[in-house]
Every structure is written in structure tokens, then in C-alpha cells.
């Protein structure tokens, strides 16, 4: 199986701040990974496919990089409604699997 | 657009079977998206039980596959999750999703989540 590991597994932020959380790959993925947020009591949520396409509807505040192993999600200004857990996703090979999540917290 | 939601009981007996359905409305659910079931333990992080597609293909994951089975049922457009032999490690809530099968794959749209405990 291909393990996805994200960092860090918690943050505190600002609202404002410019948050990034990392997702590596135990082998190379190419471009095929996702991020959802996910909410307290709700389902996730997509934000963003194939590495960098952002989801219609989901604000430009965020955005995807990576390639092959390490892959990045910023938040460009992090906003009230941001606050959740984040997880990665690859899909280059079953079974599918998500990194733990990283959960963003208000400082 | 297409939305899903999960239907079935929220308690199992330990080493029973737990049997939940997926409605799709606002789409067919013969479109070209393969159908999945993820499902997150209390407190815990997501994990990828399988999916389906319309002609009834399947893909599972391998720690699941000897006890998991899904189905299709166009004329009423859902599809099933049944998992057999449950334990409490079993206990989670159960999300349904649409599984985008292009090059990359990822899961939209998320059914709410429905809450399934195994306990006596």
C-alpha cells in the first residue's frame, strides 16, 4: 500500500496567516492526489484534485502544488471558516489512502 | 447536482453483518463515476473500503475484502455496503461517495455520514 504521511498533525493559526501542510508519499504518485477539509460532525469536503485543480467553488485563498512524492496545501489567508482538519489522498493505486489529517486550530 | 445519502441501522451486534444503502438522487447512478464507501472512526482518520461500479465491478481493499460486499440496484438508483463479522473496531460513521474516475480519482460528492456502532 502506498502511505501518505502529513505534517503537521496540528497547527495554530491567525486568522490572516499563511498555513501549509505537507503530504509525502512512500513512493511516487505523480500528480494524482487530493485534499479535502473536513468539519466537525460533517462529511469532507474536496478542495482540490490532481495535485493543484482547485474544486468549482472553493475559494482561490486555496491552492495545491506537488509532484511525484511531496505534494503542498496552502492557505494564502487563513479565515474563520478554515478552521478544520485537512486530509490528503492519493489515487495512483489501490487501495486508496488518506494521510491522518492535520488539524487546524485558532491560536 | 448529484447528492447521496446513507440509509441503515446504527447499531449491529458484535459478529453480525452491517448492511447500509446509498441513495443517489440529482444524477444516475449509471454516469460514468465509480460509487465508494469510506468510513472514519470515532476520533480517527478516513479509510477507503471499496467502490462499484454501475455494471457491478468492484474493487476492495485488501484488510477488508474477505468480509466486505457491494451491489448496484439501478432500477432504484443506490447502491450497498454489506460488511460482514463485525467487531467494534468495526464502529464508525460510514460516508458514501461519488468516486470521479479520471486519470486521478477523488471522492465527490460525500453522502452526510451515518453512524454505526457494534456493540451488544
Known amino acids: ?107 | 447536482q448529484v447528492q447521496l445519502q446513507e440509509s441503515g441501522p446504527g447499531l449491529v451486534e458484535p459478529s453480525g453483518t452491517l448492511s447500509l444503502t446509498c441513495a443517489v438522487s440529482g444524477g444516475s447512478i449509471s454516469s460514468s463515476n465509480w460509487w465508494s464507501w469510506v468510513r472514519q472512526p470515532p476520533g480517527k482518520g478516513l479509510e477507503w473500503i471499496g467502490e462499484i461500479y454501475h455494471s457491478g465491478s468492484t474493487n476492495y481493499n485488501p484488510s477488508l475484502k474477505s468480509r466486505v460486499t457491494m451491489s448496484v440496484d439501478k432500477s432504484k438508483n443506490q447502491f450497498s455496503l454489506r460488511l460482514s463479522s463485525v467487531t467494534a473496531a468495526d464502529t464508525a460513521v460510514y460516508y458514501c461517495c461519488g468516486l470521479i474516475a479520471a486519470a486521478v480519482r477523488w471522492f465527490d460528492p460525500w453522502g452526510q455520514g451515518t453512524l454505526v456502532t457494534v456493540s451488544s
Not at chain 1, 482561490?60 to 479565515?79: A, H, V
Open chain 1, 1 to 107: 500500500d502506498i502511505q501518505v504521511t502529513q505534517s503537521p498533525s496540528s497547527l495554530s493559526a491567525s486568522v490572516g496567516d499563511r498555513v501549509t501542510i505537507t503530504c509525502r508519499a512512500s513512493q511516487s504518485i505523480n500528480n494524482y492526489l487530493s485534499w479535502y477539509q473536513q468539519k466537525p460532525g460533517k462529511a469532507p469536503k474536496l478542495l482540490i484534485y490532481a495535485a493543484s485543480s482547485l474544486q468549482s467553488g472553493v475559494p482561490s485563498r486555496f491552492s495545491g502544488s506537488g509532484s511525484g512524492t511531496d505534494f503542498t496545501l496552502t492557505i494564502s489567508s487563513l479565515q474563520p471558516e478554515d478552521f478544520a482538519t485537512y486530509y490528503c489522498q492519493q489515487s495512483y493505486s489501490t487501495p486508496l489512502t488518506f494521510g491522518r489529517g492535520t488539524k487546524v486550530e485558532i491560536k
